[in-house]
């Protein structure tokens, strides 16, 4: 049932041979077929805007008030492609190979080779754009490296990369809806889709200032709609990141892939009371030049800088010499986890280790500087000066945003840092073509489940977006739209559309005339809780088969006592968010099903059941080598499929970063 | 730092929609942490209202990272409050003591108009971005990304212009409601790369031809922008503007 298309032939020559043999549009043709894209993030702009260029009818949707904001604006670190440009051995092989081991053999490969190989022409075209990537003084794009990798292939522009990419891609966009080949909705949200006869035709959708909804055709629908991390409430999402598009898709019948695959990443600021709205990321780049540590002595309450060198646990390098602090994500994560449940956790909550950068700060930065000033034996503090300047170029941005988030200076005093829910790897299952098991329906970007596995190496969530939508979907959604040129658009007065809205209208009635007790942002709250507790980093049978029912329970107290202020036909933000908070309570439940089915450990998704000895995730692949893409079968019941994977290249070994 | 609690009063103004009229409320909120950045201090006051059965004010929000550009709220006169290189989202509570009385206003300009509370439609910008705040290459191959190097000190330069979050805080502090830090921001960025050479006598035409239109004011020169600008966008981007804006009047090559 699940056919993933993936073409024949060896790893390295499938995208090729279908590219050559993919079926065409015509340019005539083109512009009489129309696509709509919902969010407008890497994946849902470079889409929209290369097929524009390509000449489709495409309508563009976002909730946010500009295109530009969409949360890939976020992304500090960078981005990674292929290039070799440092000759360090890098490859498109490397990087495939990397991907694939990262997330410890969950992915698909041939999915991830086409990744690998796009890499490089997504820095070409980026540069073209006029992408103010970061630069060496002989002119030449500069790299850093992040966790999981050996080489340096990671591109960036300070700790600002995903804003400089999406600012391009939304240039790309505003200069085809200026062309009048995409027509933009800003303040739109996605409702649910529209199928009919077995395709996707078209989406319901909310004006957010009018509160009117809207029926839109399309021959065909993308869904760029991004993650799903805020289920746990707290993440570093933006505070609108939602999955309703998906969530919707799910119920029309799009299978829902690995939903449990959730990556919690290890350096961010920690919570600092109740009151607590979102999470902020401090980037992984910062692990290149900051060491992470926690005091040796149990409940140490001394200042960082008061405890000496030989009382610090630089616990990362102790317990994986080969990669030390760049490890990848879910290894750094737990190991933070571990260190603080055994009670050395640093801060007033014990949930907190220190990042410190002193050290490079100083040996690595200020050595270098003081070198080429020729300034002979120069003392630490001419070394701490003449590093700052770096590191300030480097990450300035960062440092003064921890600043103000917390009042205290990094550049004197260790950050405090503890993992955070960042991403999730999880997401609509889609075939080799970025298609869902829905025809005409595709999912790109992080919505989709399809390239990182169990884990996703950093600064590939950029990468990956615009791989879908610049070089993956203008080539692929032809295959579909070549058979589709005789099809007529379908006007919304189809008893299809007029169904769907009446569904919509039905339930946005049903949320309002609940006049409960308990606001909306509670619901979230206590949704959060049980899935950071027991869907978080760490997992049992116990503690999921409790979720299930503290979520079904929820889920009943939402739709009985809920209290949303305002009215339908305005502006309501309340509103807006009822109905994405009543989707990821369903999620929820989802996602402890799923975590409770896998029973082996892999990558972020860890089984307390399944480990090694030393504590590291034990993966059982006699078992558990596949896709879970589950059905949705009605209330709180879904199908499992599975889609075996195998892996003909990257041969599946105990993942070692030791 | 030590954690503290405030009580404070907040003016906030109110308006339902573009069409009706708008007045400032008073809110007392309670025990405030110092720890709280402003828009979480926001939402504990919306939570109080839901409760109470009024309406939350609605506000523009979302990555809470000082990087989307999405809030925008004037604050005591000025936009995003009284931090330097700061946006609301950015700014904690910290930054004020008990008793305290702050006053909050949407964004105001004739091209931003208020869509609900403190909430402004800034769709203007999308449109001068149209009008030309791009490089017309379409996705396919272009030459390899290290084919043209390009002098470190120009990336950089091209760069801190490019880190401009789209809020609208320049326009909101200028008396003229001028958009030239905007605008000229972006000019900026792409005159100073190559890749964008070829387009940029047009650009700068049709950028400031669209600003017009959309009702912004001009610029006399007055800086607000600049020492309210989140991002720390010079007003030398502006001089360079006019100069690219006199080149593309002045002269031609034909």
């Known amino acids: 049932m699940l056919d993933s298309k993936i073409p024949s032939g060896p790893l390295e020559q499938k995208w090729t041979d279908y590219k050559g043999h993919v079926k065409l549009v015509n340019p005539a043709n083109k512009r009489k077929l129309e696509v709509i894209v919902v969010g407008t993030g890497l994946a849902g702009a470079s889409a929209a805007a290369s097929l524009g260029e390509l000449g489709y009818k495409v309508k563009a949707f976002c909730f946010q008030d500009s295109p530009r904001r969409a949360h890939s604006i976020a992304a500090q670190g960078g981005i990674n492609a292929a290039k070799n440009y440092q000759n360090d051995g890098d490859s498109i092989f490397r990087l495939f190979y990397d991907t694939v081991k990262g997330g410890d053999y969950r992915a698909r490969e041939a999915n991830v080779h086409r990744l690998a190989e796009v890499s490089v022409n997504i820095i070409d075209q980026c540069v073209a754009q006029g992408v103010p990537f970061a630069r060496d003084y002989g002119g030449l794009l500069n790299n850093r490296s992040f966790g999981g990798t050996q080489v340096k292939r990671t591109f960036y522009a300070a700790g600002q990369t995903g804003q400089q990419l999406l600012i391009g891609a939304y240039q790309a966009l505003e200069r085809q809806v200026a062309l009048g080949n995409v027509k933009m909705y800003s303040r739109h949200e996605m409702l649910d889709v529209v199928i009919i006869e077995g395709k996707a035709r078209g989406i319901i959708c909310r004006n957010l200032v009018t509160g009117e909804l809207e029926k839109h055709f399309g021959h065909a629908v993308l869904l760029c709609t991004g993650g799903y991390g805020n289920v746990f409430y707290l993440s570093t999402n933006a505070m609108g990141s939602n999955v309703t598009a998906a969530w919707k898709a799910h119920k029309k019948g799009a299978f829902f892939g690995n939903p449990c695959f959730t990556q919690i990443h290890p350096t961010c600021i920690p919570v600092s009371g109740d009151h607590q709205s979102k999470l902020t990321l401090m980037s992984e780049s910062l692990r290149n030049d900051g060491r992470i540590w926690v005091p040796k002595q149990k409940g140490d309450k001394r200042k960082a800088n008061d405890i000496p060198e030989e009382e610090r646990d630089y616990y990362l390098e102790r317990r994986y010499p080969a990669f030390g602090n760049l490890v990848p994500r879910d290894v750094a994560s737990r190991a933070a986890k571990e260190r603080c449940d055994a009670g050395y956790g640093v801060g007033t909550t014990g949930q907190a280790v220190y990042l410190d950068f002193k050290y490079n700060l100083i040996n690595k930065y200020g050595r270098a500087e003081a070198n080429k000033l020729g300034i002979d034996n120069p003392d630490t503090e001419t070394l701490i000066r003449l590093g700052k300047e770096v590191v300030k170029e480097e990450y300035g941005n960062l440092f003064d945003m921890y600043e103000k988030i917390t009042g205290e200076n990094p550049y004197e005093v260790p950050m405090r840092i503890y993992p955070a829910v960042h991403y999730t790897m999880g997401g609509l299952w889609v075939d080799y073509e970025l298609m869902t098991n829905v025809k005409g329906l595709y999912c790109l970007g992080e919505a989709n489940f399809s390239d990182h596995g169990a884990n996703r190496l950093g600064a590939s969530a950029l990468m990956q977006g615009l791989a879908d939508g610049y070089f993956v979907i203008p080539y692929t959604i032809g295959n579909y739209l070549a058979d589709e040129i005789a099809t007529k658009p379908i006007p919304t007065d189809h008893p299809a559309f007029i169904e769907t809205e009446k569904q919509v209208a039905g339930r946005i009635d049903t949320l309002m005339s609940i006049k409960g007790k308990q606001t909306v942002e509670s619901f979230h709250k206590r949704l959060g809780k049980i899935m950071w507790e027991k869907c978080g980093m760490a997992r049992n049978e116990q503690g999921l088969k409790e979720a299930i029912v503290e979520i079904q329970q929820l889920k009943k107290e939402f739709w009985s006592d809920v209290k949303i202020p305002g009215s339908i036909n305005e502006m309501n933000p309340e509103l807006d968010k009822a109905g994405r908070v009543a989707d990821f309570i369903e999620l929820g439940e989802l996602m402890c099903k799923d975590a409770l089915n896998r029973n082996e450990s892999c990558g972020g998704h860890f089984r307390e059941e399944s480990q090694t000895e030393e504590g590291e995730a034990k993966r059982d692949d006699a078992n558990y080598s596949y896709v879970a893409a589950w059905e949705y079968k009605g209330d709180s019941n879904w199908e499992l499929h599975q889609e075996q994977l195998t892996f003909e290249v990257a041969k599946p070994t105990q993942r070692s970063y030791k | ?254």
Request: aromatic share 6%.
């Open chain 2, 1 to 254: 730092m030590e954690q503290y609690s405030m009580n404070l009063t907040l003016k906030v103004w109110r308006q339902k929609n573009s069409a009706e009229r708008g007045s400032f409320e008073t809110y007392p909120v309670k025990n405030i942490s110092s720890e709280m950045s402003f828009l979480e201090m926001i939402d504990v006051l919306n939570e109080e209202l839901i409760r109470d059965g009024k309406d939350p004010i609605a506000f523009d929000h979302d990555c809470r990272e000082g990087i989307c550009g999405m809030c925008s709220m004037y604050i005591n006169g000025r936009p995003h409050g009284p931090w330097q290189n700061n946006t609301v989202c950015q700014l904690h509570m910290r930054a004020y003591k008990d008793g305290d009385t702050i006053v909050i206003e949407p964004w105001r300009a004739n091209a931003f108009p208020v869509i609900k509370d403190l909430m402004v439609d800034r769709s203007s910008f999308d449109r001068i971005i149209q009008a030309g705040g791009y490089i017309s290459v379409n996705t396919g191959s272009p030459v390899d990304a290290n084919a043209i190097p390009v002098e470190k000190d120009m990336a950089d330069a091209a760069f801190a212009a490019a880190a401009c979050i789209g809020c609208g805080a320049c326009v909101a502090a200028c008396k003229n409601s001028s958009a030239m830090l905007f605008l000229s921001a972006k000019v900026t960025h792409l005159a100073l790369l190559p890749q964008g050479h070829p387009e940029r006598r047009t650009r700068a035409m049709n950028m400031v031809a669209q600003m017009d239109k959309e009702g912004f004011g001009a610029c006399t020169n007055t800086g607000a922008c600049e020492a309210v600008c989140p991002k720390g966008i010079s007003i030398e981007n502006i001089a360079r503007l006019n100069r690219e804006y006199m080149m593309a009047g002045l002269a031609s090559d034909k």
